[in-house]
């Protein structure tokens, strides 16, 4: 899997990756502790609302700026994003107001959503053989793992040390290493976009990528199948402590353990699937994840109503894993089956598009998760998100049908042509 960072502009993307996302780490609990100090006991809504708002921004804004960038050099473009985040981390210590904290968290998700899709679509043009791209697809999975993990230790040890406001300085460092690295990349030219006058201007170049997932049916499924990923994925982060604290009665020393677990299956996969994606279709991959999570909804709505028993913990911890282990099943392929679904040009629309689409599922999943746990309970809360996740997978099988063609062969993949289904 390490051989793709043989190639000097991967690796100095995917260090760029590391380096951001562990500050972006630092920044999620630090952000925790400046909302306490703001807000007390209410706390818990500021971050609610600063989530919210991080959703609204990646659904948002990815499109329309990658309308609006088509004609910037991604290089300055990812660069520009960086630098951007870095002034708002740096601005983040000495607000006084819970509104200035909505506020700088827009500007940086919007930075965000700026960077992450150009980043994305950049990839496949470093790594154009099949092989190479899987493997750097799971680098990025391992990637995000990393961060979920390593962080929090970190952000922990460091608090031994400092205030929590000096966080915010390790996320700008973070973010500042990453635009360097950017720039320091030789990119790949973009594809020149020869109808880029006739889309129609920035509407219809922002709603390009949009437009392309309901007119390919694999990237329909692709959205059914973000929709399953996303539900498991918010029961796990809405819902750990409820299970560990209320559920349960274990110490909040135990809530850490629990995320790790979900890290850890979602890590276990990354690690494993390069070589099953080298013989197995993305198809045959990605569907069978989304009705297992429909499976691990039922297991853990029968553990919820269970009651009792020393048993359910790490019957807890094991289901938490196959969560991440299903997700990380939906989620790394996914760029392959953007690239093979699209024009080389069209790349950067569906990245943006995808990026966009599938945080809407998490906005959806995440209130769904909470309200539903908070109102009716826990096991009601898992019997419905299996009942979405189930839906979501039929929907998928439908759009995503077995053609001939599929595996296509490795010399022909990746190429910019759009195949069938």
Request: proline share 5%; net charge positive.
């Amino acid at each position: 899997m390490l051989s793709v960072l043989r190639n000097r502009t991967c690796l100095h993307l995917f260090a760029a990756q590391i380096v951001a996302l562990v500050g972006t780490g630092l920044a999620t609990v630090a952000l925790g502790l400046l909302a306490y100090d703001l807000a007390g006991a209410d706390a818990g809504s500021v971050l609610g609302t600063a989530l919210a708002i991080k959703m609204l921004a990646y659904v948002g804004i990815a499109p329309v700026v990658t309308a609006l960038a088509h004609r910037i050099p991604r290089r300055r473009l990812m660069a520009a994003s960086d630098l951007t985040r870095a002034a708002v981390a740096l601005t983040l210590p000495f607000v006084t107001e819970v509104w200035q904290v909505y506020v700088l968290i827009f500007v940086l998700q919007s930075a965000s959503a700026a960077f992450t899709p150009a980043f994305q679509s950049v990839i496949p043009e470093v790594l154009p053989e099949e092989r190479a791209y899987t493997r750097a697809l799971s680098l990025s999975r391992l990637a995000y793992d990393t961060e979920s993990l390593v962080s929090p230790v970190l952000a922990a040890a460091l608090l031994a040390l400092i205030s929590y406001h000096w966080l915010f300085w390790g996320t700008a460092a973070g973010f500042l290493a990453s635009a360097a690295l950017v720039v320091s990349a030789v990119l790949p030219k973009p594809i020149r976009r020869e109808r880029a006058e006739a889309d129609g201007g920035v509407l219809a170049r922002s709603v390009r990528g949009a437009r392309l997932f309901l007119a390919v049916p694999r990237l329909r499924a692709m959205l059914a199948l973000d929709l399953a990923a996303a539900a498991a994925g918010a029961m796990v982060i809405v819902n750990t402590v409820v299970y560990v604290r209320d559920q349960l009665g274990r110490p909040a020393a135990d809530v850490p353990v629990a995320l790790g677990a979900y890290g850890a299956g979602s890590m276990a996969v990354a690690l494993l699937l390069p070589r099953v994606l080298d013989r197995t279709p993305d198809r045959s991959v990605m569907l069978p994840a989304a009705f297992g999570i429909v499976g691990l909804f039922a297991l853990l709505a029968a553990v919820t109503a269970a009651g009792t028993g020393a048993w359910r913990w790490p019957v807890l911890l094991t289901v938490w894993a196959a969560f991440g282990a299903v997700g990380s099943l939906i989620l790394t392929p996914t760029g392959r089956v953007l690239r093979d679904s699209v024009a080389e040009e069209d790349l950067p629309a569906v990245f943006a598009a995808q990026f966009s689409l599938s945080h809407g599922c998490w906005l959806l999943t995440y209130p769904l998760a909470g309200w539903l746990g908070a109102t009716l309970g826990l096991t009601e809360a898992s019997a419905a998100l299996g009942v979405v996740t189930s839906a979501a997978g039929v929907l998928a099988a439908r759009a995503w049908r077995r053609v001939p063609a599929e595996p296509a062969p490795v010399a022909s993949r990746g190429r910019g042509a759009a195949v069938p289904g």
